[in-house]
């Protein structure tokens, strides 16, 4: 009878597992959407949607020629669309491709077990890209989802509902306890566990050229850049300026590097970095990703973990692009972190082009000329920005061939860009080597000033300039922009602008940087949350671990936390093993003699006095009686499992005795409950 009812049910989907199925795909396709192209998007979310209304017999499904064809036509496009480059976006857009066809072919348990196994490997695929926090949770969220279509179609579609979701939480509270320790002990091995990517990720921030249009866009990004937690007191504002890199060769129009970043893109960055407090005079920068070699620092640091290298002009970067946030300690130093000029050097810092910006080079060959030393040519100059008529704006008039030569004579509006190539330009016509510095000024205070803000509106260009000769001398941060704009130096663009000074009056300005005091305080938390989610969660690696149990007695090695994983997640598998030996043991292997099984704890449990001999329609008028206000629920049940057990005609499914259960489950065990003549 058991098998008869059983099959009844069996070779077809559940309703209730569709909504949850379809529901866990759309939260894992929500993180993909911004790499995806937008025609596989639609696919994707058609293809789901074709799939639910076939469930529910809104229209036909796909024959199978039709799905052929259509796999075809879409392998087609794809190839076509991605034929020029193969990398880890590629992969995955490819692997979103196979789940949307699968959804065509979606008509069995069997296929529903598949899409959730696949769909899991989505989520790991998922945390390539983000790391989040909020990112995370949404896809814990969605393979909880996932598994509670699993758990439906296991029970026949009847274990769905309020219940139902009570049961996951539970069973989730039962686990985590087990993930945490995990977590905890699991050796974290650093590079046997990086994976060699190729990424076609944008480069974001800085470039290796310096164009004044491309750091005007920069001044319109709210976009994190990095974010750095000091050990001591953060240094004055005036005094945040992060070096990220030096552009040193001029074309009449752009600065540029003349040592270019490599290309090599394969493998991934070193994250393990710092462990322990910071101690005084050293901080710690949390860098988004880049695309980009270079890392940010404070002129005289030095790196204190291995994940950055400090090259000879004082700069720190990475041996590959940034392609995730990556963490990593600099200190303070007594000794020059930046190599003397040389002849060689020399030459090379004092280079101009040919042709161009005839004004500014007699202009300032005239002026060392009359200077009595570098140094007072450098006043000179600095001074004549802060008492000539120079304006900052991040909207410029345009500038032709002489750039420089229109900017300090005529235009006399711009921003750090033009300033900082004006003064170099100045100074290497007047035989003074001088280089443009790219990085970023200030920062603003995260939640509590427990770190800096860096955001790419904070980007900013400088000039250093060698004074001195081959055997001694240094080189001058020069801020021209301070001496126009005092207010860029103490604060940022967008402190500026709120104070209705600078842009302020421009639409663009208002749209850009638009908030409030509540969005203020939503954002300012949000950060935060992210912050130390990645700071103490995803940023857990090897010498965080090994500082974490250095602290235990022994100071347990790797090899030792090797041995703790295996011998926990064998005791954990010997305790859950030996449950569901104990369970299998009391527990009936048939479903309707499982449900008789509950329907007798249920009875006993509320007290309900039964003799050998009755059924469970006879069982349920006594409990009845005790429980009036559930009179249905109990009579419903007990009419379901009385025809499993005893009419072969019974048109009761495996599916409508578990829903009953369900109901009955509800009925409290007092509540409601008709109170007898000796209480009363």
Known sequence: MAGAVSSRSAGAVPHAVMAPLASGFVLLLLPQLQRLPFWLSAVAVLTCAWSVGQHYRWWRPLSKPWRLLLMFALVVIFITTHVSSFTVETAAAFFVLTVALKWTELERPRDVFIMVMILCYLAAVTFLFEQGIFWSLAVLLAVLVLFGSLRSLSGGGAKAGPGAWRSMAWTLLKVLPVVVVLFFIFPRLGPLWSVP??????????????????????????????????????????????????????????????????????????????????????????????????????????????????????????????????????????????????????????????????????????????????????????????????????????????????????????????????????????????????????????????????????????????????????????????????????????????????????????????????????????????????????????????????????????????YWTAAFLAGVVAVVGLVMIRQERTRPSDPVMRYAMYWYRWLKRRNIQTTPGQTPLQQAELAAREFPRHRASVIGFARALNGALYNPESSATLQDLAQRWQRLKKVPRSAGRRRSPSRA
């Open 197 to 562: 990517l190729v990424s076609e990720g944008r480069s974001a921030g800085l470039s290796e050229s310096m164009t004044p249009g491309d750091f005007a866009d920069l001044g319109r990004s709210g976009e994190r850049a990095f974010r750095v937690s000091f050990g001591g007191a953060a240094p004055a504002p005036s005094q945040r300026y992060w070096r990220g890199l030096i552009l040193d060769q001029f074309d009449g129009q752009t600065w540029s590097r003349s040592q270019q970043a490599s290309g090599d893109r394969v493998g991934r960055v070193n994250r393990s970095a710092g462990i322990g407090e910071l101690g005084a005079g050293e901080y710690e920068v949390l860098l988004e990703p880049s695309f980009q070699p270079w890392a940010y620092a404070l002129g005289g640091t030095r790196p204190l973990t291995g994940n950055v290298m400090l090259t000879e002009h004082g700069l720190v970067q990475f041996s590959r692009p940034v392609d995730t946030v990556v963490r990593y300690r600099m200190q303070q130093s007594d000794l020059d972190t930046m190599a003397p000029v040389d002849a060689g050097l020399r030459a090379r810092y004092t280079a101009l082009p040919e042709g161009f910006n005839p004004e500014t080079r007699a202009w300032a060959q005239r002026l060392a000329a009359d200077a009595a030393s570098d140094s007072a040519l450098i006043d000179t100059l600095m001074t004549m920005f802060s008492e000539l008529p120079f304006f900052y704006t991040l909207q410029p008039a345009p500038t032709g061939t002489h750039s420089v030569d229109e900017f300090l004579f005529q235009t006399r509006e711009g921003f750090c860009a033009h300033y900082a190539g004006a003064l170099t330009f100045a100074l290497r016509a007047a035989g003074i080597p001088a280089r443009v510095v790219a990085g970023y000024l200030g920062g603003e205070p995260g939640l509590n000033n427990d770190y800096l803000l860096v955001r790419q509106y904070d980007a900013h260009a400088w000039v250093e300039a060698w004074v001195g000769g081959p055997s001694g001398g240094q080189w001058l941060r020069l801020d021209p922009t301070a001496m126009v704009a005092p207010e860029r130096v103490q604060e940022n663009w967008r402190q500026a602008l709120e104070r209705g000074e600078g842009e302020s009056a421009t639409n663009w300005a208002r749209r850009d940087y638009a908030s409030g005091p509540v969005l203020d305080w939503v954002n300012l938390r949000l950060d935060a949350a992210n912050y130390y989610w990645q700071r103490f969660v995803v940023d857990y690696q090897g010498d965080t671990q090994r500082s974490l149990f250095g602290k235990f007695p022994g100071a347990p090695s790797l090899a030792t936390l090797g």
